[in-house]
């Protein structure tokens, strides 16, 4: 089946740790989104990429980082530096920068311990 | 900035009655997307149906359409005959036309409750 899977659906941060995120589809998709979800809030740009080897910053990209060397995989690390990492982390993608339509994954949970 | 907003954060409604959600927002744009996105409690998003602006006649995907109205910056999302699965929270997002940022502007978001 086609899709886009996030791994693990629930994760938890020490303090002063860096964890990493896991984002996989097998769309053949060219772009791929990062968002943030917070209680009672719609989802909000983190990162994204248009094609392997390129990103842009989203509106809230202190305090995470990703890669794209692999045009199924965008993992997102959110580092020590993001202070309230608490939150709902969704992925997306598209065809590309003429298909304006995001599929998204199920969502990693994360938690600070 | 573009800005969403869905003034209402909960409603209810019977099951086989329909219900209108309301979205509004904000842009300079004149070409645009206009989505309803569907995200049930296992917190997966679901596309529900779209809308471009340039396109007059209104979107229909099965029992949800969308009464759009550009000149009031107006995209609301109205179910028919609602069913139990249907329940879930519903967002309204924004995307400009290519060439842009690619990102999608959320609502808050409105969640449904249907009642049997």
């Known amino acids: 089946d086609g899709g886009i899977t996030q791994s693990p659906k629930y994760l938890f941060r020490k303090e002063g740790q860096n964890v990493t995120l896991s984002c996989e589809q097998n769309l053949n998709h060219d772009a791929m989104y990062w968002y943030r979800q917070d209680p009672g809030q719609g989802l909000r740009l983190i990162y994204y990429s248009q094609i392997v080897n390129d990103f842009q910053k989203g509106d809230i990209a202190e305090g995470y980082s990703v890669s794209r060397e692999k045009k199924e995989s965008f993992p997102l690390t959110v580092t020590s530096a993001q202070k309230n990492p608490t939150a709902f982390y969704l992925c997306?993608?598209?065809?590309?920068?003429?298909?304006?339509?995001?599929?998204f994954g199920a969502g990693t949970r994360l938690s600070v311990l | 900035a573009q800005t969403v907003t869905q003034s209402q954060p909960e409603m209810s409604v019977q099951e086989a009655e329909t219900v209108t959600l309301s979205c509004t927002y904000d842009?300079?744009?004149?070409?645009?997307?206009l989505f309803w996105y569907k995200q049930p409690p296992s917190r997966q998003m679901i596309l529900v149906i779209r809308?471009?602006?340039?396109?007059?006649q209104n979107a229909t995907e099965n029992r949800f359409s969308v009464n759009f109205q550009k000149a009031a910056k107006s995209f609301s999302l109205k179910i028919s005959d609602s069913q139990l699965g249907d329940a879930a929270m519903y967002f309204c997002a924004y995307r400009r036309p290519q060439g842009g940022s690619e990102k999608l502007v959320f609502g808050k978001g409105t969640k449904l409750t249907v009642n049997p």
């Open positions: 809308q471009e602006a340039y396109k007059q």
């Open positions: 997306a993608s598209s065809m590309g920068p003429r298909e304006n339509i995001q599929y």
């Open positions: 842009t300079s744009e004149s070409d645009y997307y």
